[in-house]
């Protein structure tokens, strides 16, 4: 399974932004696919996760009532739309895919080169 994250760019305090990840290759209808960003000088953590079957969603904390992710069968790709971006969201985000549906970025198999998100203050 190869992943492609697009998306990222640079946007303001308060906008928004919209990050796609495509999979391509074998096996992609993986159970689920994650969203993961690292900060510099941080470690990667978890964002957003969504099962393909049911659309069963986990959120961090930290982005609750500001982020959405969903999934587009037809075009194989697992969404994210940031809203009410803050600087605390700058990090590149990485998605990733794995056969459960977990906070647990140790749980998902295959990850994307990751799309950097710069909100400006």
């Known amino acids: 399974v190869q992943l492609q994250a697009s998306g990222g760019g640079l946007v303001q305090a308060g906008g928004s932004l919209r990050l796609s990840c495509a999979a391509s290759?074998?096996?992609?209808?993986?159970?689920?696919r994650g969203w993961f960003r690292q900060a510099p000088g941080k470690e990667r953590d978890f964002v957003a996760a969504?099962?393909?079957?049911?659309?069963?969603?986990y959120y961090a904390d930290s982005v609750k009532g500001r982020f959405s992710i969903s999934r587009d069968t037809d075009k194989n790709t697992v969404d994210l739309q940031m809203n009410s971006l803050k600087p605390e969201d700058t990090a590149v985000y990485y998605c990733?895919?794995?056969?459960?549906?977990?906070?647990?970025?140790?749980?998902?198999?295959?990850w994307g080169q990751g799309t950097l998100v710069t909100v400006s203050s």
């Open positions: 990733a895919s794995g056969p459960t549906l977990d906070t647990d970025l140790r749980l998902y198999e295959y």
């Open positions: 290759g074998q096996n992609t209808h993986t159970s689920a």
């Open positions: 969504i099962r393909w079957r049911d659309r069963k969603a």
